[in-house]
C-alpha cells in the first residue's frame, strides 16, 4: 500500500489540555490509535484496545486542522503498533505542527521523525509488563525526548532509580517520575524524590486532577 494510500485505524480525535510531559497545560489535539499489544494493570485507555474507525492519512490530517491548534499528540493504545503511525507523524511535521509521540517503550522507535518529541514510557515491575521494555533504545533518545516512570510503590520507585543511574537516563533527555493514580500519592513520591535529590520531574497528571477518568480528556 502507498503512503498516499496508508489508513489507521483511530479511536479519537479530539482537544484537551496536555496533561503530561514537556507540554503541560497546552491546548492540544489528541490523535489516540486503536490497538496496543501490551496489558498494564493500571492502564486508564483499556477502551483504545479495539473497535476504531479506518482513516486515510489525509482525512487525519484534515479533522487535525480543523481543531487549529499548534501542538499535536498522537497516542493509544500503543500508536507505533500500526506501521502508517510512523507516516503519520512524518506528515504533521511537515504540516508544521509541534509533534510528540505518547509509546510504550516496547516498540522500536528508531524509525519515528526525528523532529518528533518521542516520550517513552519504561515499564516497572508493578506495571506487569516490565518484560516487554526495549532497554537498548533508550540511549538513541536525545535531548528533547522524555522518558516516564509510572511509579506503583516504593519497590517501583527503587527500581526505577537504580535504572536511572545504571542508563545515565538523566543526562541524555528529562525524566519523568508520575504516581500510578489510586496506586501511590503524589505527595509521597515528591518526599522520595526531594529527599534523594533525583534529577527527575515530578508529573501530576493535569487532566486527572481536573477532569478525573473521563474519556476524551
Known sequence: MSVAAARLKITEIFYSLQGEADSV???????????CPLRCQYCDTAYAFTGGQWL??????????????????????????????LALLTRLCDAGYRVSLETSGALPVQGVDPRVVKVVDVKTPASGEEHRNLYAQLATLD???????VLCSRADYEWSCALLKEQGLAERCTVL??????????????????EDRLPVRLQVQLHKVLWGNAPGK
Not at 482525512?59 to 499528540?73: F, I, S, Y
Not at 517520575?177 to 526531594?194: C, G, K, T, V, Y
Request: with cysteine; proline share 8%.
Open 25 to 35: 497545560g497546552f491546548p492540544t489535539v489528541f490523535v489516540r490509535l486503536t490497538g
Open 56 to 85: 486515510t492519512l489525509d482525512e487525519v490530517l484534515e479533522r487535525v486542522g480543523e481543531l487549529a491548534l499548534k501542538h499535536v499528540c498522537v497516542t493509544g493504545g500503543e500508536p507505533l503498533a500500526q506501521k502508517a503511525c
Open 143 to 149: 535531548p528533547k525526548d522524555q522518558v516516564k516512570f
Open 177 to 194: 517520575f508520575s504516581p500510578s493514580n489510586e496506586q501511590l500519592p503524589a505527595r509521597e513520591l515528591a518526599d522520595w524524590i526531594l
